[in-house]
């Protein structure tokens, strides 16, 4: 089977994998590969300096290896998508098999970044929302899954996220097909992607 891939970007935390979600249990059997599962293994480097690495700039992402993966469900084949732990900041041992079903959804920061990703994507998606709601559902969320400080958030997003999204996320919303709010109810989000998707494959003749 060839999967139609939607591709989800935005900042970060703007609700793009509430909306992989909420899009999931509307197209029955979708999988999620998640960009932050792409990170470069860095392994090799004493925790304290992996936790000063720069995750909001493109270098930090083995884009390569997705791309590789992405050809490989348009070319109806399964693939490992690596599994990574943002307390320890490095790749853990194993992979989660992602099929290709009908439909496979991609999402994080930069996947319209790349020409090669955008080029396998059928469908392009960009969450917006305003900078600040950003902050503060990330504030909430990296103290309370991710072992982070108050302090050490404010001082990342103020030094590399908001920046890294200024930089290489919205300028990327371009190249999307349809662009939704992340501070609006999901379900209006959700209608919107499903709308899109729905005539995506009325044109191509599904």
């Given amino acids: 089977m060839r999967p139609h891939i939607i591709g989800i970007a935005g900042p970060s ?5 509430e909306l992989a979600k909420q899009l999931c249990l509307r197209l029955p059997g979708t999988s999620i590969v998640s960009l932050d599962s792409y990170y470069r293994a860095i392994n090799h480097l004493p ?5 000063r690495t720069n995750f909001d700039h493109p270098d930090a992402i083995d884009w390569e290896l997705l791309h590789e993966h992405l050809r490989d ?22 992979t989660k098999i992602i ?17 090669e990703l955008r080029g ?40 590399t996220v908001l920046p890294g999204a200024e930089w290489f996320v ?3 919303r371009k190249y999307a097909d349809l662009v939704v709010s992340g501070e609006e ?13 729905h005539h995506a494959k009325a044109a191509a003749g599904a």
């Fill in 13 to 17: 935390s703007s609700g793009k994998t």
């Fill in 73 to 94: 469900l348009t070319g109806g084949r399964a693939f490992e998508e690596p599994v990574y732990s943002f307390t320890e900041h490095t790749r853990l041992p194993g």
């Fill in 99 to 115: 099929e290709p079903h009908e439909f496979v959804i991609v999402e994080g920061l930069f996947v319209f970044y790349w020409p």
């Fill in 47 to 51: 925790l304290a300096e992996r936790a």
């Fill in 120 to 159: 396998i994507l059928h469908t392009k998606v960009f969450v917006q929302t305003d900078p600040e709601v950003c902050f503060q559902r990330r504030l909430k969320r990296d103290v309370a899954e991710r072992g982070r400080t108050p302090e050490s958030v404010r001082e990342q997003y103020a030094g």
């Fill in 170 to 172: 919205y300028p990327t």
């Fill in 185 to 197: 109810p999901l379900d209006c989000s959700t209608a919107a992607v499903m709308g899109a998707l």
